[in-house]
C-alpha cells in the first residue's frame, strides 16, 4: 500500500508553492529520560497546488505515537489518525514525518487535563488538539478567529463537551494562542541518499541478525565482527531548511548540544551544519530501525535508580555504543562533501 501510494503521488505531481511555519509544542511533548533535552518546535510545511486541488500539511516533530498505552495488543495508527482526520475534515490532506524522536513520548496531561477520560478519549482529543494546532500555523489564524470559528462550528474540530468547558481543570488549546507567519519556501529541493555500514556492537541486535528476527541485513567478518547495511540522507528545502535523513531514533542533543555532548567526539548538527537563520529537521526511522541514536559517552544497556529500580534500559534496543558517532560522522562526512 505504501509503495502504491508513492507511485500515485509521483504519477499525480502538480506544480504549486510551499509555506513554512513552526510553533513550540512543548506542553505536548516531554522526554522521558535525563537529560531532559527537547525539540519543541513543531515544523509546518503546506504545498498549495496552483490548480486549486486539496493542500497538503506536512508536519514534522519528534513523539513517539503511544497515547493508547501499553495495554492493547492491537497495532495501531495511535494520535496520529485523529491528527489526519482532523485535517481531512478541513480540506487538507496530511503527512506525518517523524523528527527527533529519540525518547520522546506525548504528554497527555496538557491534553486530558486531569479530566476523568481514558486512554483512548485522551487519544482522540490529544490527535484533534495537534491537528487543530497544525491547522492554526497553517492558516495563520490568531486567538479570536479560532474562538470565532469554533462558535460557529467551522473548521476546527470540537471535543469539548458543555461539562468540560465548565470544569475548571479543563484548558482550551488555543488560549494565549499568538498567531504563526508562514513563510514561503523557494522552489530549491536537493537531496542525497548514501548506503553504509554500521557497527552491530549491542548483542542482542546480533542475535536478531542470526535469528532473522529483525528486518536488516547484517554482516559477519572472519573476526566476528558485525555491520548492518542501512542508509543516511541530507536534504534541502528552500535556501534556510535542512533535513537530516537518520535511520535510527535520535536524541534531541545530536542536534541542538546539551551537557552531555561535553565529551562527545562530534559537534551538534547545529554547530556542524546551520548557516545563520537556518532550521535544522530531522526526519528519523527513514527507511530503517536502528534504534536509539545516543551520544557515544552517554551510552548505557541499564541505569539503576538509587533504588535500585530501572531508570531505563533503553541501550538494549540501540545498534550498538558507537551508533551516533557512526551515523552522524557519516551524515556530517556527507552534508561536506556537497558544501
Same mark, same amino acid.
Given at each position: 500500500q505504501t509503495a502504491a501510494a508513492v507511485k500515485e503521488a509521483v504519477a499525480s505531481m502538480t506544480t504549486g508553492k510551499l509555506e513554512y511555519a513552526k510553533t513550540d509544542i512543548s506542553d505536548y511533548v516531554r522526554d522521558r529520560t535525563d537529560p531532559d533535552i527537547m525539540l519543541n518546535d513543531a515544523y509546518c510545511l503546506t504545498f498549495k497546488p496552483f490548480d486549486g486541488s486539496?493542500?497538503?500539511?506536512?508536519?514534522?516533530?519528534?513523539?513517539?505515537?503511544?497515547?493508547?498505552?501499553?495495554?492493547?495488543?492491537?497495532?495501531?495508527?495511535?494520535?496520529?489518525?485523529?491528527?489526519?482526520?482532523?485535517?481531512?475534515?478541513?480540506?487538507?490532506?496530511?503527512?506525518?514525518?517523524?523528527?527527533?524522536?529519540?525518547?520522546?513520548?506525548?504528554?497527555?496531561?496538557?491534553?486530558?487535563?486531569?479530566?476523568?477520560?481514558?486512554?483512548?478519549?485522551?487519544?482522540?482529543?490529544?490527535?484533534?488538539?495537534?491537528?487543530?494546532?497544525? =491547522?492554526?500555523?497553517?492558516?495563520?489564524?490568531?486567538?479570536? &478567529?479560532?474562538?470565532? /470559528?469554533? #462558535? *460557529?462550528? !467551522? %473548521?476546527?474540530?470540537?471535543?469539548?463537551?458543555?461539562?468540560? =468547558?465548565?470544569?475548571?481543570?479543563?484548558?482550551?488549546?488555543? &488560549?494565549?494562542?499568538? /498567531?504563526? #507567519? *508562514?513563510? !514561503? %519556501?523557494?522552489?530549491?529541493?536537493?537531496?542525497?541518499l548514501q548506503a553504509m555500514q554500521v557497527a552491530v556492537t549491542n548483542g542482542v541486535y546480533k542475535a536478531f541478525g542470526k535469528l532473522s528476527l529483525a528486518n536488516n541485513v547484517m554482516y559477519e567478518d572472519e573476526e566476528g565482527n558485525v555491520t548492518a547495511a542501512t542508509e543516511i540522507g541530507y536534504m534541502e528545502l528552500g535556501q534556510n531548511i535542512k533535513v537530516v535523513l537518520c535511520p535510527g531514533e535520535t536524541y534531541a542533543e545530536l542536534i541542538v548540544g546539551g551537557e552531555n555532548m561535553a565529551d562527545f567526539a562530534l559537534d551538534c548538527a547545529y554547530d556542524v551544519m546551520a548557516d545563520e537563520g537556518d532550521d535544522i529537521l530531522v526526519f528519523d526511522l527513514m527507511n530503517d530501525a536502528l534504534g536509539y541514536i545516543m551520544a557515544d559517552n552517554d551510552f548505557v544497556f541499564f541505569r539503576l535508580k538509587a533504588d535500585f529500580s530501572f531508570a531505563d534500559s533503553w541501550g538494549l534496543t540501540s545498534i550498538g555504543a558507537n551508533a551516533a558517532s557512526d551515523i552522524y560522522g557519516a551524515i556530517y562526512n556527507l552534508y561536506n562533501s556537497i558544501r
Open positions: 486539496a493542500a497538503t500539511i506536512i508536519s514534522n516533530f519528534g513523539v513517539h505515537p503511544e497515547c493508547i498505552g501499553y495495554g492493547t495488543q492491537l497495532i495501531t495508527s495511535d494520535f496520529v489518525f485523529y491528527t489526519e482526520e482532523t485535517l481531512n475534515d478541513a480540506g487538507y490532506n496530511y503527512m506525518f514525518m517523524e523528527g527527533a524522536v529519540g525518547t520522546y513520548t506525548e504528554d497527555q496531561h496538557y491534553s486530558n487535563d486531569g479530566l476523568d477520560l481514558d486512554r483512548v478519549e485522551s487519544t482522540v482529543r490529544y490527535g484533534h488538539e495537534i491537528g487543530n494546532i497544525l =491547522l492554526a500555523v497553517a492558516t495563520g489564524m490568531n486567538e479570536a &478567529e479560532i474562538a470565532a /470559528a469554533y #462558535a *460557529a462550528g !467551522e %473548521v476546527y474540530t470540537n471535543d469539548y463537551t458543555a461539562e468540560m =468547558l465548565e470544569s475548571e481543570d479543563c484548558t482550551v488549546w488555543y &488560549e494565549g494562542w499568538t /498567531a504563526v #507567519a *508562514a513563510q !514561503e %519556501v523557494e522552489p530549491i529541493l536537493n537531496i542525497r
